[in-house]
C-alpha cells in the first residue's frame, strides 16, 4: 500500500483480531450477551443530562437491541442505575468526557481504545467494550454529542449484532474500535430552489436534516437567497409558481439553523452571486452603463459588486443564527460578455470577468469577518472547459491562491480535479487551497462511482465533499412527496454509501457488502438480499443523471414536476402526440426523439428489468415473512420500492412490451409523414 493510500485508513477494528485469536483456542468469542429471547441482559445508559444526540444514539441502541431480540430494552440515566447493577447485566454507556466521569476517566488513560479520545476530532469515536469494577461495558464516546450519535449508528450496525447461530440473542464480541473521518466536512448542497422544495415546511425540512444527520453529515449549504423575503430591500422575488409557494419564514430559517446546530450541523444560508434570483433581481440596468445583462449582474459594475455585497450582509443580519453565507456565482449562466469584463488581463486567456468575482469575494470577506469574526464562507469554484469558463483563466486562481484562510471553503464543481496555475499549466487543487471541498451527484452515480470520487478526493488533499441533494431535479422516484424520504430507495442506499466511503475511502466494494450485510441483514443474513438492494437502486438510477429510470418512469406517469412543482404538461405519449401537433418542426422533431428515447427504455424496462423486480418481489416477500428482524426490515423497504414502481408503470398505461412496441411504430410513421400544412 503507498503512503498515501495507508494515510487514510482512520480506523482499527482490534475486537476482531482478539475475536479470532480466542476463536482460534477454542473459547467463546462473545464479550457479552446483551439480550436474548425474554431476558433483556443490558442497560443502555447516557449521561443524567445528555444532548439530543447523545439520546438519539442511545435510543437507536435499545431499538435495535429490542427489534433484534424481541426483548424490550429501555434507555435511563446514569444516577438512575440500579445499585448494585445485577451481575448479568451489561452496561451500555453512551456519552463525551464533558458528560460522564467515567469516560473522562478512561480517556486518560493509556493511548488505546478510550484512551485515544483526547487525540481525535470531533467527529471521532471509540467503541471499546471493557470490564471496570467487576461491571461489564460496552462504552461508545466522542468528544461531541455529534460523534457519540455517529458511534452508536455504527455501534448498532456493526458491533452490536444478532447471534449468527439464529437464536435471537443479541451479541457483542471483544471490541476496540477507534474511527474518524477521512472526509473532514461532509455538507449536502440543498437545492431547495427546484420543484416542491420552496413548499417544504420547517417541519418538512427537520425531517430531512434528520436523515442527514443520521448519515453522519455534518454541515448543510441550504440555497435560500432566491427565497429570502429582504428587509431593507424591494421584495422582487419571482419564483416560478408564485411567491406563495415558499412555505418558509425568514423566523423559520433561523429556528431551522438551530435545529441543525442540535444535530452537530453547521448551517450556511446562500444562493447566487451576480446571479440566480435574490440580489440580481432588484436591478436591470444603471444609467451609466449596464449593469446587467440576460443572465444576472455584471460583477465588474460597482453597483452590482455594491448591491450584492449589501444584500448579502443583510441576509446574514436576518437570518443570525446562520453560521455564515455560500455563494454560486453566475458562471454556470456564462461570463458578462460586456467590454471591461471581457478585458483580457493576461496573454493566457485571462479576462477582467474572473478578477471582478475575485475582488467582490475579497471585499465580502473583510466586510463580513469585521462584523462577525467567526462566521463562515464558502464559494462555488466553476471551472467548465467546453464553455471555457474559468479553463483559460490563471489570473483566477491566482486571486483565488491570495485568500488562505480556514473560514473559507472552495466547493470544487464539475470533475475539475486540477486547475489552471502560472502560465496556464494545470496543477492539482491542492497547490492552491487545502481547503477545497469536492462537488457531485451521488444520487446519480454508481456505488463504485461513489468510492472512487470520494477515494480519490481524500487521497487529492480535500478537506471534504458535497453531495448534491435536489429533490426534483435528477435521479428523483419520490417528486411529489414533501418531505422527501431519505429513509427510501433509491436515496437511503445513496446516503449510506456516501457516509461509508467518507469515513473509510480506502476499503473495497466487497469489504463494503460485508458491512451492508451486517446493516441490513445481520452477520449471517442473506447475501442475496444485499444484491437485491444494490440491484434496485442501480436500475432506478439507470443513464445519466437527468435522463434514468427514476426520470423516465415519473415523467411518463405524470409525477415528474417542473420549477413551479407541478407535474409537467404533455408527459404520456397520447398527450405529448396531441401537443406536438401544433409544433414547429424542430420541436416536433425534439419530442418524438424525447419519446422515442423514453418508450425504448422502458420497453426495456418491461422486457428485461420486471422479471428480475418480478423475482426480487418473491424474495423479499420471503424474507419480510420469515426473515430476521433486520431482513424483514430491508425487504420491506425493497417493497415499498417495487410497489412504488409498480403503480409507476400502470400509470403510465404502459404494462407490456406490446403496447410499447404499438406506441413507437405510431411515433416512427409520424416522425416520416410530412407536416400539415
Sequence with gaps: MSRSASSIVHYVVLGNLLAAVISARGADP????????????????????????????????????????????????????????????????????????????????????????????ADGYVVQTLVHDGQRYLVIAGKSARAVYYGAIYASEQIVLPDPTGSGAVLVAPTSVTRTPAMRERAPYLLNLSGRGP??????????????????????????????????????????????????????????????????????????????????????????????DAVGMCPSHPTAQDLQLRFSLEMLDVIHEADGIWFEPRDEHGECRCDVCQQPVDKFGSKQYGQSEMTFLKNFCKALWLKRPGAQIAWLVELYKPSKMHSEDPAYFARLREIDDPRLRWIVVWGAWQ????????????????????????????????????????????????????????????????????????YELTSYAFREFCWDPAQTLAQFRARMRNRYCGPSGSLQLVEDLIFLRAFAIRGTWNQNTSNMLTRMAGEMVGYDGKPLANTTVAGALKAAKAYNEADRKITYARLTRELQALRMVLARDLPLLVQVENRCREFAAIGSPREMKTARMCLEFIDHTHRLLRKSGFTTVKQVDEALAGIATRSTQAPCR
Design 30 to 121: 462473545t464479550f457479552a450477551t446483551l439480550a436474548q429471547p425474554g431476558d433483556a441482559r443490558c442497560l443502555v445508559v447516557t449521561a443524567d443530562q445528555p444532548t439530543l444526540l447523545e439520546r438519539r444514539g442511545a435510543a437507536e441502541l435499545a431499538q435495535v437491541i429490542s427489534r433484534d431480540s424481541g426483548v424490550q430494552v429501555t434507555t435511563l440515566a446514569w444516577s438512575s442505575l440500579p445499585s448494585p447493577v445485577p451481575p448479568q447485566k451489561t452496561i451500555i454507556l453512551v456519552g463525551t468526557p464533558q458528560t460522564s466521569t467515567l469516560i473522562a476517566q478512561l480517556a486518560n488513560g493509556p493511548s488505546a481504545g478510550l484512551g485515544n479520545l483526547p487525540l481525535l476530532g
Design 419 to 490: 486547475l489552471p496555475g502560472p502560465g496556464g499549466t494545470y496543477l492539482p487543487a491542492a497547490y492552491f487551497s487545502r481547503n477545497n471541498i469536492w462537488w457531485s451527484k451521488p444520487y446519480a452515480s454508481s456505488l463504485d462511482t461513489i468510492r472512487q470520487e470520494i477515494f480519490l478526493a481524500a487521497q487529492r488533499g480535500f478537506v471534504g465533499y458535497a453531495p448534491a441533494f435536489e429533490p426534483c431535479f435528477g435521479v428523483d422516484y419520490h417528486g411529489l412527496s414533501i418531505p422527501y424520504p431519505t429513509d427510501k430507495l433509491p
Design 199 to 292: 413548499e417544504f415546511g420547517l417541519e418538512h425540512w427537520k425531517v430531512v436534516l434528520d436523515g442527514l444527520a443520521r448519515e453522519s453529515h455534518n454541515r448543510v449549504y441550504f440555497w435560500w437567497q432566491s427565497l429570502y423575503k429582504p428587509r431593507d430591500f424591494p421584495d422582487r422575488r419571482n419564483l416560478d409558481g408564485g411567491v406563495e409557494r415558499i412555505a418558509m419564514t425568514n423566523a423559520d430559517v433561523n429556528s431551522l439553523a438551530r435545529y441543525a446546530h442540535s444535530l452537530g450541523m453547521e448551517f450556511l444560508i446562500g444562493g447566487g452571486a451576480f446571479s440566480w434570483g435574490g440580489a440580481a433581481a432588484l436591478i436591470k440596468e444603471h444609467p451609466e452603463t449596464k449593469a446587467v
